[in-house]
């Protein structure tokens, strides 16, 4: 019984196996490559974080890009970043921060795998030295990323030329990016700042990070700050009177502004008492975009002094700027009646004046005229 049960199954577990072995091999010869041509054209790390670019001639599609940072023979953290597509011939970079407590000066040592499936695409070593054995040349003082964009202070020991790239970071892919090529700074302290030039999802978690490039010798210092965006605008005019008022809304963030504008008054008299409330929709505002909105009470209001309160809500209701005023409501112009209107716009003005010196002048001609008789 035995022997007859290996007889039956020994052909079958045969093919079984064949199988097996012949799909991987098919799957890695059309899978992998010999040549994709793909690889790093930069990289920049510090102890912190750092940022890579990648570049196929070609074009790949869903491939990991694989980082591990060492020290002395030891694997402090590693990273996995996907990349969904590299376009051909284009550069794809991306940013990524360190998780160690490791801040031992010395050489550090930065290995990149590219893959695909699993399949290894390229791979490469970066090194470089953390703790400085001389003097900066420059001094990060202060970076301020915001919805708008960022300020970066910089002092300088000694007079350089420097490159400041900026990017804008959303998770570890890079949204924006813009570079100063040769800025000169000498030994005063110089502010500099960037606007995004993209938009940006409310409430959402970006950060800006700057790298600045020294030359001769060739030096970089990065720093990156995280921010959640947030729509923003500010009122910066308004008028009133016994009619209605307006405010100027401008834009001060990359997030589409699409609040609302209340203007409310109320009697001056010390207490809260409303006389009116009128909220308008304010249009899409961005940085440096400006509109006005207008109110018109319904009915007018009567002579004295009124306090007008602005509020503008963003998005999500939240108040982003308010401005308090008065209104000095004059009283309604008198118009004249029907009648005297009628009558005035019968005459002429002069009319009255005309008329005496055509009597005057004619008693003066019958004078003359009686003295020759």
């Given at each position: ?182 800025v000169a700074l000498n030994t005063l302290p110089m502010e500099l700042s960037e606007q995004w030039n993209t938009l940006l999802e409310n409430g959402r978690e970006y950060r800006g990070r700057v790298k600045i490039r020294m030359y001769t010798p060739s030096e970089t210092m990065a720093t990156m700050q995280e921010f ?146």
């Open positions: 019984m035995p022997s007859v049960l290996k007889m039956r199954y020994t052909p079958v577990s045969l093919i079984c196996f064949l199988l097996i072995l012949a799909f991987p091999f098919n799957s890695l010869a059309h899978e992998c490559p010999e040549d994709a041509g793909v690889g790093v054209a930069y990289l920049y790390s510090d102890i912190q974080s750092g940022d890579i670019t990648v570049y196929s001639p070609t074009g790949l599609e869903d491939i990991d890009l694989g980082l591990s940072l060492e020290h002395e023979g030891k694997v402090l953290d590693e990273k996995t970043l996907g990349i969904r597509r590299v376009a051909p011939g284009l550069n794809v970079v991306r940013v990524f921060e360190w998780d160690t407590d490791t801040k031992d000066d010395g050489k550090y040592t930065v290995d990149v795998r590219i893959l695909k499936d699993g399949c290894l695409l390229y791979t490469s070593s970066y090194s470089f030295v953390n703790g400085r054995q001389v003097i900066p040349r420059i001094i990060i003082d202060d970076l301020i990323a915001n919805s708008e964009g960022f300020s970066l202070m910089i002092t300088p020991v000694q007079p350089v030329l420097v490159d400041v790239t900026y990017m804008l970071v959303d998770g570890s892919n890079v949204i924006y990016m813009n570079k100063l090529e040769r959640t965006a947030k729509d923003d605008v500010f009122i910066s005019d308004t008028y009133k009177d016994e009619i209605g008022a307006s405010a100027t809304i401008e834009g001060r963030s990359q997030v589409p502004f699409r609040g609302t504008v209340r203007f409310t008054v109320f009697k001056n008299d010390g207490n809260e008492n409303i006389v009116e409330t009128v909220t308008r929709d304010s249009p899409v505002l961005l940085s440096g975009d400006d509109e006005t909105v207008e109110a018109i009470w319904e009915e007018r209001l009567h002579e004295g002094i009124y306090r007008l309160n602005i509020e503008v809500m963003g998005n999500d209701g939240d108040l982003l700027d308010v401005r308090e005023t008065i209104i000095e409501a004059e009283a309604p112009r008198k118009v004249s009646n029907d009648n005297d209107t009628e009558s005035s716009a019968g005459q002429s003005p002069g009319f009255p004046g005309f008329y005496s010196i055509i009597t005057l002048f004619a008693a003066v001609l019958i004078l003359r005229m009686k003295k020759r008789w």
